[in-house]
């Protein structure tokens, strides 16, 4: 065979050993490309799918019924005050109000005279402590709205006054005067929020706040809520409700981390809820039943009189028992503190037997807000139809509500 030919055979195999390794290497530059797009399909899928979860938000209940019954559940929290048998509620007996000095004519004013006879009697009335003055001034702020007409609660003037005004004229005086007796409750009105909720970064202004100075520490023990008679409605009052609730089981859950609670004396730790809707007062109770169920309960309720009958059935005395009610509650909450001493390990956590903190007994707060809502009362309308500023349609609101 010729040189030639030899040279032409190794040619020929060069050109095809280029040929297979350009093959080879097209078909890497492809794998490789494709393994490329499949790595960017899977980055964008995760992208995507990373992206609609972060936009996902918790769909909340936009009805007011449902939306206070969905948070309720979430915060493993049973509402008990509308039971037809109303077990809850204490009976009008007064325990430790020295009321017998007020005169028996208060069971029989019907006109303006007879309420400026028995304003007349409780004014020469000789005080001997200053928890018989601030019985004397509450009954004296009380009989002047009937014993003078200029002062006579119409339901024409009731519907002009806003929140403010309903707590300035009729219920921050009858409240500041009962409790300024026990100089270790602080009153604290006007939209400010427990440092329990603020610990929890949950945003809560309550309208009265109950504080007790208990073993050195200042505790929320209690809270308000307050509407005007004019926007007393069933979608208010459930936001009251439902405000009153959370907070206070931010401080409930406060208490138990900070003390060594007996398990048994547990739900014996009553926070009492004040919920006020124009005249009316109803107080609930709040406190754990069991390990990790929270229940609110009837407490008591009364209302400022606004006729001459209700001074004969004795709402003037209903006022002072309601309030010891509040003041009876929370200082048995303040005895059971105090005889309990600091935890130095948290209830979070399983504890052994012999230690008296309980094993995880609270829940988280659930509270789907960022930020309190908007309410202004004076900006705020609601239809004829949704007003409940009667005591009786309060009630049946409530009826509603179970």
């Known amino acids: 065979m010729s040189e030639q030919v030899v ?171 009962y409790f300024r007796c026990n100089t270790s409750i602080l009153i604290q009105w006007g939209d400010t929020v427990p440092k329990a909720c603020l610990d929890l970064d949950i945003t809560l202004k309550m309208d009265l706040r109950v504080i007790v100075d208990a073993d050195d520490e200042m505790l929320d023990l209690g809270n308000a809520e307050v509407a005007s008679v004019r926007t007393s409605t069933f979608r208010k009052c459930l936001k009251d409700k439902l405000k009153c609730c959370i907070a206070a089981k931010c401080c409930l859950n406060f208490i138990l981390s900070k003390y060594n609670i007996p398990a048994k004396t547990i739900p014996k730790i009553v926070i009492p809820l004040i919920h006020v809707m124009g005249l009316h007062v109803r107080v609930y109770g709040f406190h754990m039943a069991a390990k990790s169920k929270y229940d609110l309960f009837n407490l008591c309720d009364f209302s400022f009189p606004r006729r001459f009958n209700d001074i004969s059935e004795g709402k003037i005395q209903h006022i002072f028992w309601g309030l010891e009610s509040i003041d009876n509650t929370v200082q048995r909450t303040v005895d059971i503190i105090k005889s309990a001493g600091r935890s130095t390990k948290s209830p979070f956590t399983t504890t052994p037997s012999r230690q008296k903190t309980p094993p995880i007994w609270t829940t988280s707060v659930y509270w789907p807000f960022k930020k309190e809502e908007c309410d202004n009362d004076d900006l705020h309308t609601d239809t004829p139809e949704e007003d409940i500023g009667s005591e009786q349609e309060l009630e049946d609101s409530e009826q509603e509500l179970a």
């Not at 190794?10 to 797009?37: F, M, P, S």
């Not at 979430?74 to 809850?88: A, F, L, M, P, Y």
């Not at 003078?148 to 403010?164: G, N």
Request: aromatic share 8%; glycine share 0%.
């Open 7 to 177: 040279d032409l055979l190794q040619d020929l195999a060069n050109e095809r050993q280029e040929y297979e390794l350009e093959i080879q290497r097209e078909n890497v530059a492809r794998a490789k490309e494709e393994l490329r797009k499949r790595r960017q399909n899977i980055l964008r899928s995760a992208d995507v799918a990373n992206s609609a979860n972060k936009k996902q938000k918790v769909i909340i209940p936009e009805d007011p019924k449902a939306q206070y019954n969905y948070i309720l559940e979430h915060n493993q929290i049973k509402d008990s005050t509308c039971s037809s048998s109303r077990s809850g509620y204490v009976s009008y007996q007064p325990n430790d109000l020295d009321l017998d000095w007020l005169p028996e004519e208060l069971n029989s004013v019907y006109s303006t005279k007879d309420a400026l006879k028995c304003l007349s009697m409780v004014e020469r009335h000789s005080v001997k402590s200053l928890a018989d003055r601030s019985i004397k001034n509450i009954v004296r702020h009380i009989l002047e709205y009937h014993a003078f007409p200029q002062l006579s609660i119409s339901d024409a003037r009731l519907q002009k006054l806003s929140e403010m005004t309903v707590i300035v004229q009729f219920w921050s005086y009858l409240f500041d005067q």
